[in-house]
């Protein structure tokens, strides 16, 4: 792979992507190999918003390479609470670290960072923008349990502001992939993302009932329907009961179905799916380091190649 | 009445720029494109709604005393790809400029997506890429259809 940032999946080959899970399946076969890789390297966490899985694992990640990591700690305790600018607090802060990890609520903010900084430069979600290394993730979790070409997939749940379903749709046109999206009208795919799908000559089959394409899919990637988007609770209760799932849904469903979720879930997926072979969302969840490891290890190597003149 | 009877509803200029088969209701959006509200002291005579025969109805706009550069001519295609622009001196056209459209227009809209950064106060100017029919926001993405660019100009 050779980019300098991770901003948005859009800018993935498929050689880039295959490049990264190649990677990070020689990571997650012999862990310990890549103890060192990264010593005395220090990776900066910069969440403008609450994260859980995202953060601790680049924090894991960074640590497993044998690097250290600093974390600017929450929005309320650091000084863009007094009004620093995120370009400002993003030159500073690059003074610090070898590369950055960058989540902020605003789209186009990790691009508009990359603008300020010469340092490796990884995009944890841009509001409701992109979250590229999710998309990884969630593709090396479909590559082992589903493969990537010739499988159909379907993806349920918040298409118009789920940031990893932007990342996801885009980065799987890289595949030979059908793809289905299962949405209420109201959270359709966004008109960027259609744009997107377009150009790359992927077919878009958008659906409003699971049902109509559940016996078909390889891969169902569920995700969550957030009460905020509803100007009522009423609507929003409505909707949202239509995309959950329980394992009398999937009676209709392949034996060898793939389900997976970026989580948190709330309430998408019931708890007794956990229990069957389809569920697949904590072993995706894990997969985190790994595939972040050999992303983090793949721009520092790049930053250096870069810095010492070396082959291009 | 006579075709040119109806073109000396507008009056003709000495020198400067006539604008000309502008999509009728594009007059003033491109005069706020181009950044000309008469506090220069040029004058400046509009048409709006005038007969023609290639639009049906069109705009048309005069300035005075002032000739457009190919990077202003270039920017007016994102609104106006169909105008034709003449370069007037001494009443006689000299040039005409043809419109190409540009790669990309930087600092003339603003991003109709409100939570795209270029909307917060971050030092950083918008900029779209252009597109066939339309215009997208390099940062967040945004595609802005060629019909509603003109209510996203971001220009005094």
């Keep these: 792979m050779r ?11 498929r050689a880039d992507i295959e490049a990264v899970l190649d990677r990070a399946a020689e990571i997650d076969a012999d862990p310990g190999a890549w103890e060192g890789r990264r010593r005395g390297e220090i990776l900066g966490l910069c969440f403008f918003e609450p994260s859980t899985r995202t953060r601790m694992s680049f924090d894991t990640a960074m640590k497993r390479l044998g690097g250290q990591t600093i974390d600017m700690g929450s929005v309320e305790s650091s000084s863009v609470k007094k009004g620093e600018t995120l ?5 500073v802060v690059e003074g610090y670290a070898d590369a950055l990890v ?22 944890a979600g841009d509001g409701a923008g992109q979250h590229p290394t999710q998309t990884l993730l969630d593709l090396y979790t479909m590559r082992e349990n589903a493969g990537l070409d010739d499988v159909t997939v379907g993806i349920m749940g918040d298409l118009k502001y789920g940031r990893t379903v932007h990342s996801l749709a885009s980065a799987l046109t890289n595949f030979d992939v059908r793809q289905h999206f299962v949405s209420p009208e109201s959270l359709q795919l966004p008109r960027s993302v259609r744009y997107d799908l377009h150009e790359s000559g992927a077919q878009v089959r958008e659906h409003t009932e699971l049902g109509e394409v559940l016996p078909d899919l390889d891969v169902l990637y569920v995700t969550r329907i957030q009460r905020e988007r509803f100007p009522d609770e009423n609507e929003y209760l409505k909707v949202a009961g239509e995309y959950q799932i329980d394992t009398d849904d999937l009676e209709a469903a392949k034996d060898s179905l793939t389900v997976m979720h970026p989580l948190p879930r709330v309430d998408e997926i019931a708890p007794e799916v956990d229990e069957t072979t389809h569920a697949k969302y904590f072993e995706q969840a894990h997969n985190g380091v790994p595939v972040r490891m050999a992303l983090l290890d793949m721009l520092l190597e790049n930053a250096q190649t870069d810095t010492t003149g070396g082959d291009e | 009445m006579s075709d040119t009877d109806r073109e000396l509803r507008v009056s003709k200029i000495r020198n400067g720029t006539v604008i000309d088969h502008l999509a009728a209701g594009q007059a003033l959006n491109v005069l706020a494109l181009l950044g000309i509200d008469g506090s220069g002291g040029e004058g400046v005579s509009i048409g709006m709604n005038v007969p023609s025969d290639k639009l049906a109805k069109k705009d048309i706009v005069k300035v005075e005393d002032r000739e457009l550069s190919q990077s202003e001519v270039d920017v007016l295609s994102v609104i106006a790809p169909e105008a034709t622009i003449n370069i007037i001196r001494e009443y006689d056209v000299v040039d005409k400029k043809r419109i190409d459209r540009p ?23 918008t900029r779209f890429a252009v597109l066939s029919d339309g215009l997208r926001c390099d940062y967040c993405g945004e595609i802005v259809r060629e019909d509603e660019v003109a209510e996203h100009l971001d220009v005094t």
Excluded: W, Y
């Design chain 1, 87 to 91: 370009a400002d607090t993003m030159r």
């Design chain 1, 3 to 13: 980019q300098d940032h991770l901003i948005s999946a859009t800018q993935l080959s």
């Design chain 2, 103 to 125: 790669d990309a227009v930087a600092g003339v809209l603003s991003c109709p997506n409100r939570n795209c950064i270029t909307n917060a106060e971050e030092p950083v100017a």
């Design chain 1, 102 to 123: 960058l989540r902020h609520p605003l789209e186009g903010s990790a691009k508009m960072a990359t603008e300020f900084v010469d340092v490796p430069l990884v995009n």
